[in-house]
Nanobody
Framework: QVRVVESGGGLVQAGGSLRLSCAASGSIFSINAMGWYRQAPGKQRELVASMTGRGITNYSDSVKGRFTISRDNAKNTVYLQMNSLKPEDTAVYYC?????????????WGQGTQVTVSS
């Protein structure tokens, strides 16, 4: 079985920073892309940032220049450094991982971590 677990959310004032972590564990052969999504109340889940297994990154326009995604492949972990946070960044942040095992890949999601930015 596979587990994907996020951590690092919390309450922060506007202009502050948070660092989210997401670790995948279990029966894993390799991981392709890993990414962060978020969902605010009443809105659809949206991509925040992603990184391929080779390190190619993609960011939402709304977070470019403020958020940085990184990975530690040895630990099957992806991070999201969030700086200059705004109230509109408030959402539940979800991690996903494209995990390869038994000769096929499958997307696994974490349970989400709440990020609240106060004005």
């Amino acid at each position: 079985q596979v587990r994907v677990v996020e951590s690092g959310g919390g309450l922060v004032q506007a202009g502050g920073s948070l660092r989210l972590s997401c670790a995948a564990s279990g029966s894993i052969f390799s991981i392709n892309a890993m990414g962060w999504y978020r969902q605010a109340p009443g809105k659809q889940r949206e991509l925040v940032a992603s990184m391929t297994g080779r390190g190619i990154t993609n960011y939402s326009d709304s977070v470019k220049g403020r958020f940085t995604i990184s990975r530690d492949n040895a630990k099957n972990t992806v991070y999201l450094q969030m700086n200059s946070l705004k109230p509109e960044d408030t959402a539940v942040y979800y991690c996903n991982a494209d995990i390869v095992r038994d000769r096929r890949s499958e997307i696994w999601w974490g349970q989400g971590t709440q990020v609240t930015v106060s004005s």
